[in-house]
């Protein structure tokens, strides 16, 4: 367990693995459905030339939405759920690599940057294929000049309408191994990992740099987890910002069947502009901001039932915040049971004080009795 400041974080050692792991693929599974739509949708942006088919974000959702229905924001997501490996891995890498660089410093910031960089980086080993497969899924229907490998409509026996079947998956990873050999799954892997590594170095320390302020002027009685789900989107979008122009080029890389991250870069610069480098921006921070909060709702709330049964019972954890320069994710010692005065749910957790109500000081003084 490693403080920071007033902040205790629940590290590693802390978890029982069997509720972290079945948790997580659950937190992670509801994040990518959420936000799914907004991911195609960036997609899209980035890979049109100028603004030839949508003129935006909101442009872009109505078209869609009225040409293609509710499925057309969906394309590609059944292949795209097999990033659900990547999630775990980057979690688990996470949290070893945060133990790992905690044995030669205790600076919170070096521990979420090399830590952060290094989740990424296993991460997108896995998912880079199964982000090719599913951006080409994403481009078909009414985008899908702007993509190289194009799912063939087939005739419907019961009906005159031409559907797209299940057969898209296969039919696209087929045409792109015929294309580009093994070497076509990992299109643009280079440009991912420049796009997505220096996101999550960034996306960390941002995090608890927000986190740390916001708890110096936010009221005593706010819950600590209202402050990390606000930090959570401010550094996403600051993340988001700063990495941009690598993911459009990322982007153009993967679908347009670029081989050279410079070039297309350059080739961008040249034909659109500067301005070309802000494509997809907004969509990517309405996706990251969303994503942000589940993650850290989900995954600061996923740590504490995940803790070790051994700390439950010895060592209460609480979202609330105790008292002035005490901000939540904190540790009750042995003995001040908050379980005593709070009891269990139904679920047979301690309760998580969310409750500033909770959060009086005539039972600290008792319980200090």
Same mark, same amino acid.
Not at 20 to 44: D, E, H, K, N, W
Not at 331 to 337: E, I
């Given at each position: ?113 090399? #830590?952060?960089?290094? &989740?990424?980086?296993? =991460?997108? @080993? *896995? !998912?880079? +294929?199964? $982000? %090719? /497969? ?96 606000? #930090?959570?989107?401010? &550094?996403?979008?600051? =993340?988001? @910002? *700063? !990495?941009? +122009?690598? $993911? %459009? /080029? ?120």
């Amino acid at each position: 367990m490693q403080q920071k400041g007033a902040i205790r974080i629940i590290e590693w050692e802390d978890l029982d693995k069997r509720k972290f792991y079945s948790l997580g693929v659950l937190m992670t599974l509801t994040t990518r459905a959420t936000v799914y739509p907004a991911s195609l949708i960036r997609t899209r942006l980035q890979v049109q030339k100028g603004k030839t088919l949508y003129s935006g974000t909101a442009d872009a959702f109505c078209k869609i939405l009225r040409s293609e229905g509710v499925r057309g924001l969906y394309r590609g997501f059944m292949v795209n759920t097999f990033t659900l490996l990547s999630g775990q891995a980057y979690i688990t890498t996470y949290e070893l690599a945060r133990k790992y660089v905690s044995q030669y410093s205790a600076s919170n910031t070096l521990k979420s940057v090399v #830590a952060g960089g290094a &989740a990424s980086l296993v =991460a997108q @080993t *896995i !998912t880079v +294929p199964i $982000d %090719v /497969v599913s951006q080409h899924l994403m481009m078909q229907g009414q985008s899908e000049h702007m993509t190289r490998f194009r799912a063939k409509p087939k005739m419907m026996l019961t009906t005159t309408k031409r559907r797209l079947t299940f057969g898209q998956t296969r039919e696209i990873s087929v045409q792109i191994f015929a294309a580009d050999g093994l070497r076509g799954f990992y299109r643009g892997y280079v440009a991912s990992l420049l796009t997505y590594i220096p996101n999550s170095a960034l996306w960390w320390p941002f995090y608890h740099f927000y986190t740390e302020k916001l708890s110096l002027i936010a009221p005593s009685e706010c819950p600590h987890l209202i402050l990390q789900g606000l #930090a959570g989107p401010m &550094a996403a979008a600051t =993340a988001s @910002t *700063i !990495t941009n +122009p690598m $993911d %459009v /080029v990322r982007a153009r890389v993967q679908l347009e069947g670029r081989s050279s991250v410079v070039e297309t870069f350059k080739q961008l610069l040249a034909e659109e502009g500067v301005w070309a480098m802000t494509k997809g921006l907004s969509a990517r921070i309405i996706s990251a901001m969303p994503t942000s909060v589940l993650i850290v709702v989900g995954y600061e709330t996923l740590k504490r039932l995940s803790l070790r049964a051994d700390l439950v019972e010895s060592r209460h954890w609480m979202l609330g915040r105790l008292s002035p320069g005490w901000p939540g994710n904190a540790l009750v010692s042995p003995g001040r049971s908050w379980t005593k005065w709070m009891g269990r749910g139904k679920s047979g957790l301690p309760c998580l004080g969310c409750c500033p109500c909770h959060l009086t000081s005539d039972m600290w003084k008792k319980m200090d009795k």
